[in-house]
Structures are given as C-alpha cells and as structure tokens.
C-alpha cells in the first residue's frame, strides 16, 4: 500500500511541472517547424508514422510532401492524412527545406544518386535508414551537407519510440532542435555522437522492442502453465511491462530501488527474482544486447565499403 501511494500522490507535483514544461517545449518546436516544407522520400510504416506524429503536433498537411513507388501508397497518405504526394523524388526535394530519407538500407545508395544533383547545404538531410552510417552517405554523394542520422523504433507507431539523434559536422544547431521536434512528435529523443554511440544504441533500444515482445510472450506463456487464459495472461504480461516502463518514467527512481519496493522479505515477488537471476537473464540481456551491437558495427562497415564503391560509379 505504500508503494502504490507513494507511485501516486509523490509524482503529482512533478507530472504537473512536466506537464508545463512539456507545453512549453511543445510550443517552441512547433514555431520551429512551422511553415517549413518537409519532405519523405519513401513513405512506408516509418515515414508514415513521422507524418501522422507532424500532423497530429499542428504541423500543416499542405508542408508535407511524401513520395513512393508505389502510387496505392500515396493515394492512401493523401486520403489520409491530406498532405501532397509525388513519385519524383527530386521535384518533391526541390520544393522542400528538410528532407527525409525513409527508404530501405539496401536502395539508400540509388536513390541518393538520382537526387544528388537537388541535395546541397540550402537542405537539412535526414536519414532514417537502419545501419548506414552517415559516412557512408558522405562517401556516396562526396559534397558538403547539413546531414542528420537519426534511428527511431517500432514504437515510433504509437508515438513511444525512443530515438537516438546523431548529427553531421555540418548540422547546425537549429537543425539539431528541427530534427528533435521531428521525432519528438512521435515519442522520446537522446543526443549522441554517432561514431562512438550510434551501434550501441541499436543493440538497445532499436533492436530492445524485440527483446521486450519475447519477454512479454515468456510471461503469458508462464500465465497459461500456472492456469490462465491465453488471452488474460497476454493482457496482464503487456500491461505490467506498461505499467512498469511508466513507473519508472514518472517517478525517475533507479530500477534497483523500485525493484526493492516490490520484493517483501521471503515474497513472492523475491522467489521469482531469485529464479531469473540463476537463469542468467541478466547476463542474456547484456550479451544481446552486445552482439546486437557487434552486428550493427559489421553492417555499417559493410555500408560504408559498398556507398564507396557506388559514389566512384557516374
């Protein structure tokens, strides 16, 4: 009972400021942002997530411009979100003041070719693609740019991604705050230098919904072993991880001292503790994280020879 107040009436005050800070933050970004022509070349799931996170923070639908390949798709983002479509990717560059590269990793590299003639410093460049470093796009358009990597994640969908936000040498710091505004719409963003950071926080947080859609089906399949209905103990699984995820959100605690609040002496909430700590999930989860990070490193060495030997071709 008195974790349950504490998780209650003590964050009151301090939902309440961030609440205030949050309008405030929310209203500068959106003064950034306003008037400006975005463009997403490539409009799949992520590139429509970003628009449905710009339209919903007051961004104009008539500023946004999507392209594809696929004209079922544009006439769908139109339909829905009445914002402009093309399928030329360098009419919709021409027009716009921020660029979106929303493709696929593997067509990254043709796509910067065709429009490299319209990419230059007027232009923030953002790339979303998974794995390419922004060394490798340098190397395959070998001209000065206002580049930004950015990596969301799957959660970017119900505006909960975490993001990791990595600028050129050349961005400046108003496109620093533009690119945060961007995918601040749709969850949460970090700063970091991407030569050191950028694998590391693929390991974690881009891969980590992975990790996390695995523990929460090992959770209800325990439910369904100790006599649950399947779909009871998938409700409660992913309700815990929520609930949980916003404990620790809302009250800033270290996971170590809310964890301590849980776990009454010789409890259950200790047997079970006990039990995935002889079964190593916090040596698994740390060693997932790892590799994932190793296999990040080795692919965007991978990108980086491949763009080399694309941006030599004419």
Do not use: W
Request: hydrophobic fraction near 45%.
């Amino acid at each position: 009972n008195d974790f349950l107040l504490s998780c209650l009436c003590e964050p009151v005050l301090r939902r309440s400021e961030m609440a205030r800070r949050v309008a405030f933050m929310s209203t500068g970004e959106n003064a950034l942002l306003q008037g400006k022509k975005i463009c997403f070349i490539g409009t799949g799931n992520m590139g429509e997530a970003l628009v449905s996170g710009l339209v919903s923070n007051s961004t104009r639908p008539e500023d946004i411009i999507c392209t594809d390949v696929r004209e079922s798709t544009l006439a769908l983002i139109a339909e829905k979100y009445h914002v402009r479509t093309t399928t030329d990717n360098q009419a919709a560059i021409r027009s716009s003041e921020v660029v979106i590269f929303s493709v696929k990793p593997q067509i990254l590299a043709f796509v910067l070719k065709e429009t490299a003639d319209c990419l230059d410093m007027s232009k923030l460049i953002i790339s979303i693609a998974a794995g390419v470093p922004l060394a490798a796009i340098e190397s395959c358009l070998n001209k000065e740019l206002r580049l930004i990597r950015v990596m969301p994640n799957i959660a970017a969908f119900v505006k909960e991604s975490a993001t990791a936000i990595a600028p050129g040498r050349n961005a400046g710091k108003e496109d620093i705050a533009m690119a945060k505004a961007i995918f601040d719409s749709v969850g949460r963003s970090v700063f970091i230098d991407e030569n050191n950071l950028m694998d590391a926080i693929t390991g974690l947080s881009g891969s980590g919904p992975a990790y996390i859609f695995l523990i929460v089906d090992a959770m209800a399949d325990a439910g369904v072993k100790m006599g649950l209905s399947r779909q009871d103990a998938l409700f409660l699984s992913m309700q815990t991880v929520l609930g949980s995820a916003k404990v620790l959100l809302e009250t800033k605690e270290h996971p170590g001292q809310l964890k301590d609040r849980v776990t009454s002496p010789g409890g259950t909430a200790i047997a079970g503790i006990h039990t995935l700590e002889k079964g190593g999930l916090r040596t698994t989860l740390i060693n997932a994280v790892e590799a994932a990070t190793d296999r990040s490193r080795e692919l965007g060495q991978l990108m980086i020879k491949q763009f080399a030997e694309n941006g030599t071709k004419t």
